[in-house]
Every structure is written in C-alpha cells, then in structure tokens.
C-alpha cells in the first residue's frame, strides 16, 4: 500500500551497530513514532553511570527525547513509556526521572523486571511511543 499513512522515516542517532545488526534508534510510520531499546550509553558507546540507576535511566531519556525531536515530536506527544530493568527494587529512581518528562502527558507505562541485556553494565533500557503532530 502506498500514501502517507504507510511512509516511513528511520531516525539514527549515528550508533554504529545500527547497520551492523539492523536496527534504528526509532521509526515513524505516518504519525506514529515507535523508539526501543534506548539503553545507558555515551557518543561513543560507553555505558554511562554504571551501577547508578539515576544516571542511566536520565540518559536513556535523554537519548529517547533527542529521537522525539529528530521525528518532529516531543514530550506532551508520547502515549507510552516501557522502563525494563534488571533490578526491580530500584523502580523508583528509575519512574522519577520518568516523572520528570511524562509529568505532563501522562503516558500509559509498563515496568518490567528483565534477566539482563546485551551489555551487563546496563541496570535499564526503555522504549517510547509517541505520535507526531500534523504540520
């Protein structure tokens, strides 16, 4: 099918390992914006924080909004947040850094406890949903 519904736009944050294992730090298709597995690193791949939820759930926002932005969207536009962590008692630094970019849209959210990811250092990853507006 073709027409502007089903256009689709890949956002790159200029992670390498995009074209080595195929992925895109987020896609839009039409308004609807899907961003996964947004995890704790720096520029050059180097996992920020280690072993401070704070730190890395605050760059994996950070990283998740510069996305929003890139696609034309923003905050007061995401309907869903999804926080995964391998350390379930720390879920309340990680929702107060939440807190601080979804106060005002009040996404839907899930938080999940996980066995681990790709990286050990990494205590969280998220994912966003959002629409992006007309204009």
Not at 109 to 130: C, K, Q, R, Y
Request: charge should be negative; hydrophobic fraction near 40%; include cysteine.
């Amino acid at each position: 099918m073709t027409g502007p519904l089903w256009d689709r736009q890949r956002v790159s944050n200029g992670n390498p390992m995009e074209d080595v294992v195929g992925f895109s730090r987020a896609v839009r298709v039409g308004p609807v914006l899907a961003i996964g597995g947004t995890a704790p690193v720096d520029a050059d791949g180097r996992t920020v924080g280690p072993g401070d939820m704070r730190a890395q759930a605050t760059r994996c926002f950070e990283i998740a909004d510069q996305a929003l932005r890139d696609a034309g969207s923003g905050w007061a536009h995401v309907i869903r947040t999804r926080l995964l962590l391998t350390d379930l008692g720390h879920w309340r630094e990680a929702v107060e850094v939440r807190r601080t970019y979804c106060l005002d849209a009040k996404p839907v959210d899930t938080i999940m406890g996980v066995t681990g990811f790709v990286n050990p250092e990494w205590l969280i990853e998220i994912e966003v949903d959002a629409v992006v507006p007309p204009g």
